[in-house]
């Protein structure tokens, strides 16, 4: 197939955001989050068709008889079929999960041209280490502003509770805004921090490094976005909110910071 590898990176980039962008709408419905979703996601199709119509013109051949390039058309068919499902029977979940699936198989495309031992394949191999630090230390901010918002939660209600919060009311702001805007970044952070991990174990089998599940930091990331999902459930499934749930998210966060620091000094695999 044609080498361009930074067309790739960029229509995987757009698609991880369409499916970020699903991903918040499957857990609360957020309508103007779906349509920019969906329009992410034509983007994508539009890339994809025009890079395999190049393919067939320059090669006079249908770009299939390779792992490489079979990839990458059975990710364009799950897209077209994503799309006809939108505009036609509108079944959001249906949509979420067939996108994250069909992210799933162009990270496996991408990761099928990294094992190659040529330089581009190289090159690409240090490209997704980087875009794995990038989007987990991302991840990571969104967790640290949620924390954030749920001390300032915390510290608001103590002062409401006890009548002394009056002059600082102004400062802190009200606890629905805050407990929104920390739940609101939880929402963006819990995809972020999937992708990047995803990326992370797609660039340690490319290079062919030693690489442990039973890792302390593996184990500690896994662990940590186990939390916040849980977090999740419990926000959502169960409808907590307020007090409970930020006392929670605020656990979730120094287990993250454990994660970041002593395990990450511990480990044998990650600085």
């Known amino acids: 197939m044609l080498e361009i590898s930074w067309l790739n990176e960029f229509i995987l980039i ?3 955001a369409s499916v970020m962008g699903y991903f918040i709408d499957f857990i609360q419905s957020n309508r103007k989050v779906n349509k920019l979703a969906f329009w992410l996601l034509l983007m994508v199709w539009i890339l994809q068709t025009i890079f395999l119509l190049y393919q067939i ?3 006079s051949q249908f770009p299939v008889l390779s792992i490489y390039e079979g990839l990458f058309f059975y990710a364009w068919i799950l897209i077209t ?3 006809f499902i939108n505009r036609i029977f509108k079944v959001d979940f249906l949509i979420f999960f067939t996108n994250l699936f069909g992210f799933f198989i162009l990270l496996f495309h991408l990761a099928s041209k990294a ?3 040529n330089e581009e394949g190289v090159r ?3 490209e997704l280490l980087i875009a794995h630090i990038t989007l987990a230390l991302i991840s990571y901010g969104f967790f640290t502003l949620s924390f954030v918002f749920s001390v300032m939660f915390l510290l608001q209600y103590k002062l409401l509770k006890e009548k002394k919060a009056y002059k600082w009311l ?3 702001g009200d606890l629905e805004r805050l407990d929104y805007f920390s739940f609101q970044t939880i929402k963006i952070a819990v995809p972020t921090l999937l992708i990047s991990m995803i990326l992370g174990i797609v660039w340690a089998y490319s290079t062919g490094a030693e690489f442990y599940w039973y890792d302390i930091k593996t184990v500690g990331s896994i662990i940590v976005f186990i939390v916040y999902s849980v977090y999740l459930v419990v926000r959502l499934g169960l409808g907590y909110q307020g007090r409970t749930i ?3 998210n605020t656990g979730a966060f120094l287990f993250l910071l454990i994660n970041f620091f002593l395990f990450s000094a511990l480990s044998n695999f990650h600085f």
Do not use: E, P, T
Request: glycine share 14%.
């Open 14 to 16: 757009i698609y991880g």
């Open 57 to 59: 013109l320059s090669q």
């Open 81 to 83: 079929f994503s799309l």
């Open 115 to 117: 094992g190659n031992a």
């Open 124 to 126: 690409l191999v240090g």
């Open 170 to 172: 102004m400062k802190l």
């Open 246 to 248: 930020s006392i929670l």
